[in-house]
C-alpha cells in the first residue's frame, strides 16, 4: 500500500507541471537505414569494427496521436550516435515549432545537483550489526563541492568516517531523462492520430564492397562475385530495416560530432573528504617481494600454438539475391533485395554483382627512373558490357583465388577505388615473382651528355606474359633513341611487349641531358 | 520500535515529494542575446527590495559559466559599493581547513559492537592529515582506518554551494525596485543548419533553415526573450566558405535588424533553454529556388596522376531576393538531400557556410561524382626560345679616367613549355560540363606564366588560375590540352 502511494508519487513527481502535453513515441512502425561508407578511409584499410567511422541515414515511419493544442512529442530508440542537428520530422499538420535534445540526465551528479538545500535521507548502515539507520539531512554543498550536509543543527560529510553510507532521495527531478532525449513542440488544432516521418544521420556504421574474384583456368578471364559489407556499433538495432548502400565520396564537415558530449563526465559525482594521511605501502610491499615473502606472479601461459594454415575456399554462390543499384545525383545507390535487421554491434553481408567470366587479364607493369625498376602484377580489365562487366564498381577489398588442381586458394589480395562504367579496372597484386625487369645504364664517358640503358625482363613461366613499362624522365632528360618504338602514356614514355614463356624481352635506348656543361 | 521510527521517516519525505518539482527561479525577466564565438549576454531584470543605506544582495541563478568581471547591474536610486563573486565551495576538505583552531566533535564507532562514543578535539592543521588535540594527546585523524565521523557545529560564513554573486549597494530610500543585471556568459552558442532538397530534374532546391542553439550551462533560462547574432564580436566575419568562385559576396540588405556590422535573428516568440540543451527553431523556409548543379576539378600543380580523379559535384544557389533564398544566411552546415527512385531523401553531402550576404551566389561542394573523373598529364616539357631578348648586364666603364661607356649585355629568353592534357571521361547517360581549372599559374619567381595553345578556349579567372569549360558527352570522354609557357 504505502510502496504503490510512493510509487504514485514518484510518478507525480516525474511528471511536467506545464499545460503542454507530453506524448512519446516508443520506436518506429517501420525503417529504413541508408549506410554511407568512411570517406576518409583508404581502400586498403578495413572497417574498424570497435569505431566504425562511417554513418547512416536513418528513415523513421512512426504514429502517434496528438492532442489538441501544445504538446511536445518525445522520440524514443533512436539511434545511440544520433547527430541531433540533422534531425527532420515531417507529417505534424502544424509544423515544428522547435526541436530539442535534451541532455540533462539522470545520474549521481544531476540528482546530488537538484537536492542542494533540500532534505534527503541519509542510510547508514552500522558494520557491526547491519543495522541501517534512516536519518534526515539537508544537502549543504553542490555535486562540485560534495557532500556537507547538515542533521538537525550540526553539519558533517558523507562517507568521509568510513561508515557505510547513502543518500535516499524522495523522487526523480523533473526534467532529468535516462537517454538524452529528442522531442519536438507542436500545437495542433485538433487531436489527431498522424504518421510522422523522423529521419537523422547517425554515426557508428560502415560499410564497403568485398570483391571475390575466381580466376579461370584460361588465365585471363575470371568470376566476380561482390559482397555489401555493412557494420553497425549502435546500441540501437533497426528491425526489419529497408536497407540501402550509398557509393561514391561524400562531403563531411569536421563538427560533424555525432552523440552526446561529454555526458559521462557531466554526470560523474566527486565525493570528496578531508586529507587522510597517506604512507608509503607499496614501497614496504615491493622490498617484501624483493625479500621473497610475497610470491611472485604465475609464468604467464605458453603461447598457443600457430594455426594451421587454411586452405581457403570459397563458397560458389548460386543465385544469390543481389542488391538492386541506381542514381543517386552523382552517387550509386544499392537497395538490399529484402528487408533486414541492421542489428546493434553486428557485421552484416548481402550480394552487390555477380559476374561470371569478366575478362581480367594478368599485366606485369614497371615504372622506370634511370636504373631503378618497380614491377607489379596488374589484373586489368575495363569496366564495360563487352569485358563481362559494364556496372559501377564501389571502393573495396578484392580477394583473388586461383584454381589449382580443383581447389581454389588465395593467390593475392588487393583494392581498389570506386570505378566508373568504361574505365580501367586494375588489382593490383604486389610485386611478382616470375617476372622481374632489371635496367642497366652505361656511359662512353663519364662526362657523355649520353647514357644508354639496357632494360632485360625475364619471365621464368612456362606460358608468355603481357609487359607494359613506363620511363620517368627529368625535365632537361630527353629519349635519344630506342630499339623499339615508344608511345607516350600518363606524361612518360611507353612500350609494351610480350615476354616469351620462359625467356626474356629486352629494350635498349638512350637519354640525353639537355643540361649546359 | 526502531522499525516504526523508520516507517514515519519513510513516510515524511513522501509529503516533501510535491517539491520535486524545480524550485522557482530567482532569474526575473530574462533576456539573452547569443553570438557565434561561445558568448552569451545576459539581461536579467529583477525586483529588488532594498532598505535605506548599504544593503547586500545575493544574485543566485546566475548562469554557472559567468565571466564575474562583465557583470553590470543598473537601478534606480541607489549606487554600487561593491561587487563580489565568492567561489570559495563548501566541501568537506574546505570545512575542516576553516576548522583550523576550532574545536568539534568525533563520534568513534566500534566495529565490532557498532556502539558510538564521541569526544570533542581541536583542529590544529591539515596538511596531508588532520592533526587532532584530544585532551593532551596529539593525533591524526582516521590513523588507524577506524570509523571516525566528524561533526560540526555550525558552517563558516564565506563558504558557498555554488559560486555566489553578491553586490553591495547604497540606496538612497527603502522599497521595491527594478534593477536589471546584466553579464557575458560563456557554453550558449548558436549556429545555422540548413537542409536542402535539391529536385535535379526540375533544377531546383528546397531549403529549410534552422537555428541550432546550445546550452552547456547547468542553468535554465525560462520564457527568455532571446535574440541570436550572427557574429563573433572581436573575431570579425570569417571567410568565404560556401561563395561560389569567381563571384562576389552579395550586397542585397536583407530585411533583418542589424547590430553594427553584424545582423540580428530573434527567435520570434520566448523561449525555455533548459540546462545541457541543444534546441532548433525554424526561421527560413523556402521551396522551388532555381539551383544548379555543377562538376569542379582543380589541379592545384602542373602534375600527372596515374589513376584518374573525381570531379566534385557542386550545387549553386543564390541567396537573392529574386531567384534565390532571399535572405542573409548565418553561418553553418548545409545538408544536401535528394530523393532516391522510391521518393524517398537520401543525404548526398554537407558542407559548411560562413556568414553569407543576401544577394550572394553559393556554390556548395557535396562530394565527388562517381562517374565524371579527370586524368591529368604532364605530355611535354620542353625548352623554347622565344625570339625575346632581356637585358640581363648593364656596365658602365671608365678608362684611366676617360668618359664612361656604357656597355650592356641580353640574353634571349628561354622559356619552358609544358604540355598538360586533361582527360574527362562521363559514365553518365546525359553530357555533363565541367569547370576545369588549372591553378598555380602565379606561383613562380617570374609571374610571367603564358597560355600558348589550348583546345579550348579558357577564361583567366585571376592571375593563379585559368579555367575552361569542357563539355562531356554522354557515356564519351573530353581531351582538353594546353600549353603553358613559364620561366622555370
Known amino acids: ?517 | 520500535m526502531r522499525g516504526l521510527a523508520v516507517s514515519v521517516l519513510l513516510l515524511a519525505p513522501g509529503a516533501a515529494l510535491a517539491q520535486t518539482a524545480p524550485q522557482p527561479s530567482a532569474q526575473g525577466d530574462v533576456s539573452v542575446t547569443i553570438y557565434n564565438n561561445d558568448l552569451a549576454l545576459i539581461q536579467d531584470t529583477r525586483r529588488l527590495t532594498l532598505a535605506n543605506g548599504v544593503n547586500r544582495q545575493e544574485f543566485p541563478d546566475v548562469s554557472d559559466r559567468i565571466r564575474p568581471e562583465t557583470v553590470r547591474l543598473s537601478v534606480d536610486g541607489a549606487s554600487i559599493v561593491e561587487q563580489n563573486f565568492d567561489y570559495d565551495l563548501l566541501s568537506p576538505s574546505a570545512l575542516i581547513q576553516k576548522a583550523v583552531g576550532q574545536t568539534i566533535t568525533l563520534v568513534r564507532t566500534n566495529p565490532a559492537t557498532g556502539a558510538e562514543t564521541r569526544e570533542r578535539a581541536k583542529v590544529l592543521a591539515t596538511n596531508g592529515g588532520v592533526v587532532l588535540q584530544i585532551g593532551n594527546n596529539i593525533e591524526v585523524l582516521r590513523d588507524d582506518g577506524l570509523p571516525v565521523r566528524v561533526v560540526y557545529d555550525s558552517l563558516p560564513p564565506n563558504l558557498r554551494a555554488r559560486p555566489t554573486l553578491s553586490i553591495s549597494l547604497d540606496a538612497s530610500g527603502g522599497g521595491t525596485r527594478p534593477a536589471t543585471l546584466s553579464y557575458l556568459t560563456t557554453g550558449l552558442g548558436w549556429n545555422a543548419d540548413y537542409v536542402a532538397l535539391f529536385d535535379e530534374a526540375k533544377s531546383t532546391i528546397d531549403v529549410q533553415g534552422w537555428v541550432t542553439l546550445r546550452n552547456d550551462n547547468n542553468v535554465a533560462f525560462t520564457n527568455a526573450d532571446t535574440m541570436l547574432v550572427a557574429g563573433a564580436p572581436g573575431q570579425g566575419r570569417g571567410g568565404n566558405a560556401g561563395m561560389a568562385p569567381g563571384t562576389l559576396p552579395g550586397t542585397e540588405n536583407a530585411r533583418r535588424a542589424r547590430l553594427g556590422d553584424f545582423y540580428l535573428y530573434p527567435v520570434g516568440h520566448r523561449i525555455t533553454i533548459a540546462p545541457n540543451q541543444q534546441k532548433q527553431v525554424s526561421f527560413l523556409s523556402v521551396g522551388g529556388v532555381p539551383a544548379r548543379k555543377l562538376y569542379q576539378y582543380r589541379n592545384d600543380w602542373y602534375g600527372s596522376s596515374s589513376d584518374p580523379v573525381s570531379a566534385a559535384t557542386v550545387l549553386s544557389f543564390s541567396s537573392s531576393k529574386d531567384g534565390g533564398l532571399g535572405d542573409a544566411l548565418p553561418a553553418g552546415t548545409v545538408r544536401v538531400y535528394i530523393r532516391d527512385a522510391k521518393g524517398q531523401p537520401q543525404f548526398i553531402g554537407e558542407n559548411r557556410i560562413d556568414h553569407t550576404p543576401m544577394g550572394s551566389t553559393l556554390a556548395i561542394r557535396t562530394g565527388e561524382a562517381f562517374d565524371v573523373k579527370i586524368k591529368p598529364a604532364v605530355e611535354k616539357r620542353e625548352k623554347i626560345n622565344s625570339g625575346e631578348w632581356e637585358r640581363t648586364e648593364k656596365f658602365r666603364i671608365s678608362i684611366d679616367g676617360g668618359k664612361p661607356t656604357t656597355v650592356e649585355r641580353e640574353d634571349e629568353v628561354t622559356y619552358w613549355r609544358t604540355t598538360m592534357s586533361y582527360t574527362v571521361t562521363n559514365a553518365r547517360p546525359e553530357p555533363v560540363t565541367v569547370d576545369l581549372v588549372q591553378a598555380g599559374l602565379d606561383r613562380t619567381y617570374w609571374h610571367d606564366t603564358r597560355v600558348s595553345a589550348e583546345s579550348i578556349t579558357g577564361e583567366q579567372r585571376s592571375l593563379d588560375e585559368r579555367l575552361w569549360h569542357v563539355t562531356v558527352p554522354a557515356n564519351g570522354s573530353t581531351v582538353l590540352t594546353v600549353a603553358f609557357d613559364t620561366r622555370y
Open chain 1, 1 to 517: 500500500m504505502r510502496a504503490a502511494l510512493l510509487l504514485l508519487l514518484v510518478l507525480a513527481g516525474a511528471l511536467p507541471a506545464h499545460a503542454q502535453t507530453v506524448v512519446t513515441s516508443a520506436g518506429p512502425d517501420k525503417v529504413s537505414v541508408t549506410l554511407y561508407r568512411d570517406p576518409d578511409r583508404g581502400t586498403q584499410s578495413a572497417i574498424n569494427r570497435t569505431y566504425p567511422q562511417g554513418f547512416a541515414l536513418i528513415t523513421e515511419t512512426r504514429t502517434v496521436t496528438i492532442p489538441a493544442g501544445p504538446a511536445v512529442i518525445r522520440f524514443e530508440g533512436v539511434a545511440g550516435n544520433i547527430l541531433p542537428e540533422s534531425a527532420l520530422v515531417s507529417g505534424l499538420p502544424d509544423g515544428v515549432e522547435e526541436k530539442n535534445l535534451d541532455a540533462n540526465l539522470l545520474s549521481p551528479r544531476s540528482l546530488f545537483d537538484r537536492a542542494l538545500g533540500r532534505r534527503v535521507l541519509v542510510r547508514r548502515t552500522n558494520p557491526a550489526t547491519g543495522k541501517a539507520q534512516l536519518l534526515q539531512a539537508t544537502l549543504r554543498s553542490s555535486a562540485d563541492g560534495a557532500a556537507v550536509l547538515q542533521f538537525g543543527g550540526v553539519y558533517g560529510d558523507l562517507r568521509c568516517s568510513g561508515l557505510p553510507e547513502a543518500i535516499v532521495y524522495d523522487g526523480v527531478p523533473q526534467g532529468l531523462s535516462a537517454k538524452p532525449t529528442l522531442s519536438v513542440k507542436t500545437t495542433a488544432k485538433a487531436e489527431r492520430q498522424v504518421t510522422l516521418t523522423l529521419s537523422y544521420l547517425s554515426g557508428g556504421f560502415d560499410w564497403q564492397a568485398d570483391y571475390v574474384i575466381a580466376m579461370r583456368k584460361d588465365g585471363q578471364s575470371a568470376d566476380l562475385f561482390a559482397w555489401i559489407t555493412l557494420a553497425s556499433t549502435d546500441v540501437t538495432s533497426f528491425v526489419d530495416a529497408d536497407t540501402q548502400v550509398v557509393a561514391g565520396k561524400i562531403n563531411r564537415t569536421a563538427n560533424s560530432n555525432y552523440g552526446p558530449r561529454n555526458f559521462v563526465s557531466a554526470s560523474y559525482l566527486p565525493l570528496q573528504c578531508w586529507p587522510l594521511p597517506e604512507y608509503d605501502l607499496e614501497a614496504a610491499y615491493s622490498a617484501d617481494v624483493m625479500r621473497g615473502a610475497v610470491p611472485a606472479p604465475p609464468a604467464p601461459p605458453p603461447p598457443p600454438p600457430p594455426a594451421e594454415p587454411m586452405a581457403m575456399s570459397i563458397t560458389t554462390i548460386s543465385e544469390a539475391k543481389l542488391a538492386t543499384a541506381e542514381d543517386l545525383g552523382d552517387l550509386k545507390l544499392y537497395r538490399f533485395p529484402a528487408r533486414v535487421t541492421v542489428a546493434s554491434q553486428s557485421q552484416k553481408q548481402v550480394g552487390l554483382m555477380n559476374k561470371p567470366g569478366v575478362k581480367l587479364s594478368p599485366v606485369y607493369v614497371s615504372d622506370i627512373m634511370r636504373e631503378n625498376a618497380q614491377t607489379t602484377l596488374l589484373l586489368r580489365g575495363k569496366n564495360n558490357a563487352a569485358n563481362g562487366l559494364g556496372a559501377a564498381m564501389p571502393a573495396g577489398k578484392a580477394a583473388v583465388f586461383s584454381d589449382v588442381d580443383g581447389q581454389m586458394l588465395l593467390v593475392g589480395e588487393s583494392a581498389i577505388d570506386d570505378k566508373a562504367v568504361d574505365e580501367l579496372v586494375e588489382f593490383r597484386m604486389g610485386q611478382p615473382q616470375s617476372v622481374s625487369a632489371r635496367v642497366v645504364g652505361t656511359r662512353r664517358r663519364p662526362n657523355d651528355r649520353t647514357t644508354g640503358y639496357t632494360l632485360t625482363v625475364t619471365n621464368n613461366q612456362p606460358w608468355p606474359v603481357t609487359y607494359e613499362t613506363k620511363i620517368h624522365l627529368y625535365d632537361y632528360e630527353k629519349m635519344a633513341r630506342s630499339s623499339s618504338r615508344l608511345g607516350r602514356k600518363d606524361g612518360a614514355s611507353f612500350w609494351t611487349t610480350i615476354v616469351p614463356a620462359n625467356g626474356t624481352a629486352t629494350l635498349s635506348y638512350a637519354v640525353r641531358d639537355d643540361r649546359k656543361r
